[in-house]
């Protein structure tokens, strides 16, 4: 069946490092791919996404390329901010998975001042 | 804020005990999914509704059941709870959710805490 292997957290980092969050997946079709954030307390929210391979998603200084050749869909921040601390899932839709989201296992970021 | 609304926000009941959580979609939106997260199986996918119609099925077990009204909002009844149940429930909608057609984007209410004693 379809899955998410996302890297083992915790992550901690200082404030202005540059992030980096593996996320690999398994699909029996052709999936969608997105990353959701997850702040204390709250429900998840849609960080960025991409439908097909080499599209990057963006949004709010953070990236991710659809790699079809690798099946891989790494998020990247360039100078991450203490506001970024979250939990973060890497998740894949397909056609024929109607449209149920498949989650991996979630990494929990913690930046330091 | 998602446009998604979801109560209650907590939930503390006994075991053997029933609860019903609601779940009212961004406004235009047809689908409704159910996600379970937990500590030991994370998020989980449980089941779609679109238009009133159950759409999917994840795993989700037979003390549960799910409804979606013509108002389009939906509520999850959970009965014969056991300790194993207790986790964060989360609703989402989207505009469309048919397989076959280029997935939509989901949008996540802030969840449900349930706490089985």
């Known amino acids: 069946g379809d899955s998410v292997t996302q890297m083992e957290g915790p992550v901690t980092l200082s404030e202005e490092a540059f992030l980096t969050i593996n996320c690999t997946y398994t699909?029996?079709?052709?999936?969608?791919l997105f990353w959701y954030v997850q702040y204390p307390g709250e429900g998840l929210q849609l960080l960025l996404k991409a439908t097909k391979a080499d599209d990057k998603g963006s949004n709010k200084g953070f990236e991710a390329t659809y790699r079809k050749e690798t099946t891989s869909f790494h998020l990247e921040k360039g100078s991450v901010q203490v506001s970024d601390s979250a939990v973060y899932f890497c998740?894949?839709?397909?056609?024929?998975?109607?449209?149920?989201?498949?989650f991996g296992q979630g990494t929990r970021l913690t930046i330091n001042p | 804020d998602s446009g998604v609304t979801q109560t209650p926000k907590h939930l503390i009941t006994a075991t053997g005990q029933r609860v019903t959580l609601r779940c009212s979609p961004r406004s235009g939106d047809l689908s409704v999914y159910w996600y379970q997260q937990s500590l030991d199986q994370g998020l989980q996918f449980l089941i779609q509704?679109?238009?009133?119609?159950?759409?999917a099925k994840g795993n989700i077990l037979e003390r549960f059941s799910a409804q979606q009204f013509p108002d389009l909002h939906s509520e999850l009844n959970l009965s014969s709870l056991e300790l194993g149940d207790s986790a964060l429930y989360f609703c989402?909608?989207?505009?469309?959710?048919?397989?076959?057609?280029?997935?939509?984007?989901?949008?996540f209410g802030p969840g449900t805490r349930l706490t089985v004693l």
């Open positions: 509704y679109y238009n009133g119609e159950e759409r």
């Open positions: 998740a894949l839709t397909t056609i024929q998975g109607a449209q149920k989201l498949v």
């Open positions: 699909a029996t079709g052709y999936p969608s």
């Open positions: 989402a909608s989207s505009v469309a959710g048919t397989a076959g057609l280029a997935p939509d984007t989901q949008y």
